[in-house]
């Protein structure tokens, strides 16, 4: 019997973030930041999303820094949108 820890869908989680992680690595930052918006729209409670939220942050400066300037606004204002702001 496997036991619940009261934890929002850990192995879930837990594989999002390494699906995201890896994503990053390899260049492919549309899949990446779809991962990390899955953690944050259905998993907003675990732990990891803090991390989820991190990276899309991250991600989202560094197309603002590199001008693309459309992508920053989007990211930020979907960012913006998971958290309810």
């Known amino acids: 019997m496997v036991e619940r820890t009261g934890q929002a869908a850990p192995a879930t989680v837990g594989f ?5 992680r890896a994503y990053q690595e390899q260049g492919n ?10 953690v944050l729209d259905h998993y907003a409670e675990a732990k990891e999303a803090q991390e989820a939220h ?3 942050l ?3 400066q560094e197309y603002e820094e590199n001008r693309q300037l459309h992508m ?5 204002q979907r960012i913006d949108h998971a958290i309810g702001v």
């Open 16 to 20: 999002l973030m390494r699906s995201g």
């Open 29 to 38: 930052i549309y899949q990446a930041t779809h991962a990390y918006f899955d």
């Open 54 to 56: 991190d990276r899309l």
């Open 58 to 60: 991250k991600i989202a």
């Open 72 to 76: 920053a606004k989007h990211l930020y």
